[in-house]
């Protein structure tokens, strides 16, 4: 159990978390509405694609959110991830998502 987060299942989906499900909730709920739409679940941002370098071949780097979506009140795409806790690695990766994607930004939803 990473974090003393507990794994939740909501629509025959595991969440890593009861903050992430809960908030998957709410994005369903949102998106019934018509607040949002094109609600996806774990989109992919590549951060650093595949390269080499002396021979050696390095694996791209990504970055996994918990969510994205259309808000149709912002009118535009929402990334959010749900953090109990930021790691290092988060926080890194959070930098390098904001540099590569300048039109995004990350919303982080807390307890």
């Known amino acids: 159990m ?12 595991l969440f890593d978390s009861k903050l992430e499900a809960q908030r998957y909730r709410e994005l369903k709920l949102l998106e019934e509405a018509g607040v949002i739409k094109d609600l996806q679940l774990q989109p992919t941002y590549e951060l650093i694609p ?14 996994k959110a918990d969510f994205s979506y259309y808000d149709n009140e912002l009118k535009k ?34 307890k």
Do not use: A, C
Not at 2 to 13: A, G, L, S
Not at 50 to 63: G, H, P
Not at 84 to 107: C, H, N, R, V, W
């Open 2 to 13: 990473k974090y003393h987060n507990i794994k939740t299942k909501v629509d025959n989906i």
């Open 50 to 63: 595949t390269f080499k370098k002396d021979k050696k071949t390095y694996r791209k780097t990504t970055y």
């Open 77 to 110: 795409i929402v990334v959010e991830d749900t953090k109990g806790f930021k790691t290092e690695t988060y926080k890194l990766k959070k930098k390098m998502f904001e540099y590569q994607y300048p039109d995004l930004s990350i919303k982080e939803i807390t």
